[in-house]
């Protein structure tokens, strides 16, 4: 790269981190300024501007603030103190975000529950984060009164959109209760006492221990994600930003809201994704920014051509994970001009952004910003999954080309605050201790990367038995655990397995059975226990397994045999009448080549 590339690189970079440095430079973690102090501020001066527009109806910035403000009355008439948290199930709608902004006014904390959850998996994420109060609506609420049984609180459940007959003592029809609140901002002493270090959210995410983990997302953090995109957007109240990811991730609850609501703008909110008539939409609501996951354009450039999908007002697509194999076409088919892929995690203290649109990168540190952005790499052992130590004790960092874990420093400031989980045990182990000097804690991200000699940094893998598939993360142990008592299941490894033109990999178990092996009920009892993304896409079968000396299995050998139907085992494919269908040398050949896509 010639010497002028380089300098407007670099000053393309200068001028995206200057816009985020001075939308977060206010926060600080003692302050009492909170997210909803950030967002009434907007109303006050966009109140005319529609601030949401979903498939059926808008809302003005002042619309959407009285029904907040009707939330938060409401959770005060119900008694709920700052001690409290709400848990919020429900599908992409106005009221999820009025909801959990309401309750921020009056110092109510609110978990944000994956709405694909059923069971002990819905019921573990309302328990660890200590939920007694459920917000739910007519498509959601059958599946909060399925985890009952497992909650160990009496939770009492309130629903937008329940039918008379469907109220019971312990199930409530929201609508009425809500509608009748007042709309006016609650006082703001109701909040005194409160700051940035207070719990505004619980987001989950999922870890290689099993069930999901409950990540605290003080105000702090949750003003950081909406500020950070407000300005590295460089959006205006002009802009409308086209949303399709669910409300209880960060990307699409707080990466996809700022860069609308602090900037005066529209969020054109989708229930879901649909990839059939998704140009057609963008078209119609003249969308000019797209927040996305890597895997929702995947699946826009595995679809055939379809009308609208050049010539739209799309400036901007910002999100993360973007495959490097998909990024050129997905850029060059649709012509959006400008894409800024990032790199973060809902919990973690580490980001990255990749400001000037470099393809395959997740982000960049110039050397002359090396001190001033938290992210180191160290030297990293596949084996042991750890840090390598040298002889003094210390971590080794990785060298330019070498593949690391990335770390962040911990501290007591927004820049390098890591608020944990609502289990502290699961937060102690995301800390790295005596890195480079004695005493020292890092946040380990437990994720593997690869940095360039120009700074940019390439994502490589999560360590671990965690994976991503559909755009979730699979927790390997959460699929063991569940599938334990499968019928016909004797013992179950479940692992994920690359597949050419996919995202993430593909779930696959190996199954040592106890008898015959019954694909139609493993199908079914699949269905009945994990949530779509997490089904397993393989099975292999097994009549016994290594292990190590620990009595671990090898996962290492089971990957690298993968789905090949050749090999030794049985492999069946999901789908078919029977749930699982036995997967042909001509099949693999098909998943290969990517005549069948999965």
């Not at 999922?206 to 950081?224: F, L, N, Q, Y």
């Not at 030297?379 to 960092?397: S, Y």
């Amino acid at each position: 790269m010639g010497l002028a590339a380089n300098i407007r690189r670099d000053l393309t970079f200068a001028a995206g981190l200057r816009r985020l440095l001075q939308r977060i430079k206010p926060i600080a973690l003692d302050s009492d300024v909170l997210v909803c102090d950030d967002f009434e501020e907007a109303v006050d001066k966009f109140g005319d501007n529609v601030a949401l527009e979903d498939e059926t109806r808008s809302l003005t910035y002042r619309e959407l603030d009285g029904m907040a403000n009707r939330y938060a009355h409401w959770a005060r008439s119900r008694g709920l103190r700052r001690s409290d948290v709400v848990g919020l199930v429900m599908s992409n709608r106005a009221e999820y975000i009025a909801a959990w902004m309401g309750f921020a006014k009056v110092g109510v904390a609110t978990a944000l529950i994956n709405t694909n959850l059923t069971g002990q998996a819905l019921a573990h994420c309302l328990n660890i984060a200590g939920v007694a109060q459920v917000v739910a609506d007519e498509e959601t609420w059958h599946r909060c009164e399925e985890a009952r049984p497992f909650v160990t609180r009496t939770m009492m459940l309130w629903v937008l959109g329940l039918k008379d007959e469907d109220e019971v003592s312990e199930r409530r029809g929201l609508d009425n209760a809500v509608r009748s609140g007042s709309s006016v901002r609650p006082q703001k002493s109701v909040r005194d006492g409160l700051t940035n270090r207070d719990t505004a959210l619980y987001i989950y995410t999922s870890g290689t221990t099993g069930m999901p983990k409950a990540a605290r997302m003080h105000h702090a953090r949750v003003r950081t994600y909406m500020r950070a995109f407000a300005g590295a957007t460089d959006s205006t109240a002009q802009d409308r930003v086209f949303n399709v990811l669910p409300l209880y991730h960060s990307t699409g609850g707080l990466v996809g809201l700022g860069p609308a609501f602090l900037n005066g703008g529209r969020l054109i909110l989708r229930r879901k994704f649909s990839a059939s008539s998704f140009w057609a939409d963008v078209n119609k609501s003249q969308a000019t920014l797209f927040v996305y996951i890597g895997e929702l354009c995947r699946y826009l450039v595995n679809c055939p051509e379809q009308d609208g999908e050049r010539g739209h007002k799309l400036r901007l697509a910002f999100g993360n994970g973007l495959r490097p194999d998909v990024w050129p076409e997905f850029q060059s088919r649709f012509g959006i001009p400008k894409i800024l892929e990032f790199y973060g995690s809902t919990e973690g203290n580490v980001s990255l952004f990749n400001f000037d649109g470099k393809q395959g990168a997740i982000g960049r540190v110039p050397k002359f910003l090396k001190k001033q952005i938290n992210i180191r790499m160290v030297a990293f052992d596949i084996d042991t999954e750890q840090p390598v130590r040298l002889a003094n004790g210390f971590c080794q960092e990785a060298r330019v080309g070498e593949i690391g874990e990335a770390i962040g420093a911990i501290g007591d400031d927004i820049r390098h605050d890591f608020s944990g989980y609502a289990d502290k045990a699961a937060s102690e182990k995301k800390i790295l201790t005596d890195v480079f000097a004695k005493g020292d804690r890092w946040f380990r991200t437990g994720d593997l990367m690869r940095q360039d000699s120009e700074g940019y940094f390439y994502f490589i893998d999560r360590i671990g038995d965690t994976f991503r598939w559909k755009g979730e993360n699979v927790s390997t142990a959460e699929v063991e655990q569940r599938l334990t008592e499968a019928p016909g299941v004797k013992e179950v490894i479940a692992y994920g397995v690359p597949v050419p033109g996919a995202e993430g990999k593909a779930g696959m178990v190996t199954v040592i059975a106890d008898g015959r092996f019954a694909p139609k009920e493993f199908g079914t009892y699949v269905d009945e226990q994990l949530p779509p993304y997490a089904r397993p896409v393989f099975v292999r079968l097994a009549k016994a397994l290594e292990t190590t000396g620990t009595f671990k299995y090898r996962k290492i050998d089971l990957v690298a045999d993968g789905f090949d139907p050749a090999l030794p085992g049985q492999v069946y494919v999901r789908g078919g009448k029977s749930g699982y269908q036995k997967l042909t040398a001509e099949g693999y050949e098909a998943i290969l080549s990517g005549a069948t896509r999965l």
